[in-house]
């Protein structure tokens, strides 16, 4: 069965240290790769998608991911991380003809000392 | 522009009842989905709807059905509830038209089965 992986289950990082959060998926064909974050108490918020093209995608508050296809990977990246950033990071992938059947990886929490 | 709106927020049942849970889309979004999401699990698809069929169905038991009406809400009905569909179920919508469209979360709406 198609699964998506996240490597790190917690991350622990100080302010202005670089972040990079590993996702690797599980399917040969065609993807779309999406970064999905969820802010203590809040909902599930669209970070940065990939569907074709570039495949270095910026996303909002200054968030990047790459799409390895050769490695199965999109790999999300900040240069320098802020207190705000803590929160719960989810990679999710649509894979092949399906269109609304979001495959989640487990999430990475990710907590920032200020 | 309202986000997904689901209801109830929080709800507390016991075994072997049923339960209905409701979801508004975003305007003009003709997909919605629905997710489990557990501590054990993480976040696991359920089914989506467009147009008022379904369109994908993931792998829950027969328990877990849902419906679309014609202005899009969706809801989602679990019957003979165990202690173990203690859960946030979310909802998602898009726009549905075009494959990988991403999909917007609601808050979500917090199970508890005693």
């Known amino acids: 069965a198609q699964s998506v992986s996240q490597h790190n289950h917690h991350v622990i990082l100080s302010e202005a240290a670089s972040l990079e959060l590993g996702c690797n998926y599980s399917y040969g064909g065609t993807v779309n790769l999406f970064w999905y974050v969820q802010y203590p108490g809040q909902h599930l918020q669209l970070l940065l998608k990939y569907f074709s093209g570039d495949p270095l995608v910026k996303g909002i508050k200054g968030f990047e991911a790459e799409f390895i296809k050769s490695k199965f990977s999109f790999n999300l990246r900040k240069p320098s991380v802020q207190w705000s950033d803590t929160a719960e990071y989810f990679c999710?992938?649509?894979?092949?003809?399906?269109?609304?059947?979001?495959?989640f990886g487990k999430g990475t929490k990710l907590s920032v000392k200020p | 522009k309202a986000g997904v709106t689901q209801t109830p927020r929080y709800l507390i049942k016991t075994r072997g009842q049923q339960v209905t849970l409701s979801c508004s889309p975003i305007?003009?979004?003709?997909?919605v989905s629905w997710y489990q999401q557990t501590p054990g699990q993480g976040l696991q698809f359920l089914f989506e709807?467009?147009?008022?069929?379904?369109?994908n169905k993931g792998n829950f038991p027969g328990r877990f059905s849902g419906r679309q009406f014609s202005n899009s809400r969706s809801e989602m009905n679990v019957s003979t509830l165990e202690l173990g569909d203690s859960a946030l179920y979310l909802c998602a919508s898009s726009l549905g038209g075009v494959r990988g469209q991403p999909q917007h979360f609601g808050d979500g709406t917090r199970l508890s089965i005693l």
């Open positions: 999710a992938v649509i894979i092949g003809g399906s269109q609304g059947n979001l495959i």
């Open positions: 709807y467009f147009s008022e069929t379904q369109r």
């Open positions: 305007s003009g979004h003709r997909s």
